[in-house]
């Protein structure tokens, strides 16, 4: 069966600071994979889906960025966070979707 | 673009009273479409899945349907209980590989 590793689990970050959010998968191979944030009182909103090594597809604008160095990894990056970068980061896969464990940043 | 819906954003009950959520979708070339439920402070817990080819799929006191040509899915739950209290999510995998999220449902059970 497949499992997602994702972490760390907390993250206090300071403005300015850059940030790696990991993710790998377990149980399958050539998975698709997805970034999702889920903002303070809002819903999870898709940020970046992969379908293959390399191949990375960004639903929104924004500060962060996404990679997928190897076919089981999903790495969401960010050069210098922003406050609005607080949230709740969801890893992903889909046909029956699996989640990590998520990852709370605060941004302060 | 493909977008998910879901009402009411909040709903209040009694204990022991059968409820519907609703999702609408605006694409009808999906693989999926699943609920799940959100605690507060925790991850997700996937509820029911049902494939495109499905009408429903039942697990315990939950029952969800799935109308691809309308756009809709109803998650019903039967006899709630104030351990259902959460917010109910509702997700589509669209054809495009893209998996989107409604807002959610957030439900109080009252005992």
Redesign the interface.
Known sequence: SQTIHQWPATLVQPVGSPLSLECTVEGTSNP?L?W?RQAAG?????LF?S?GIGQI?S?VPQNLSASRPQDRQFILSSKKLLLSDSGFY?C?T????F????TRLTVV | KQEVTQIPAALSVPEGENLVLNCSFTDSAI??L?W?RQDPGK??T?LL?IQSSQREQTSGRLNASLDKSSGRSTLYIAASQPGDSATY?C?V?FTG????????TSLTVIP
């Open positions: 698709n997805y999702y809002r819903g999870l909103q898709l889906y379908v597809s639903e969801l992903a889909d046909t029956e979707a989640f990590g464990q998520g | 693989y999926n699943q799940f991850g997700l996937s899945l999510l997700a995998h590989n893209q998996f989107y999220f409604g807002t959610g």
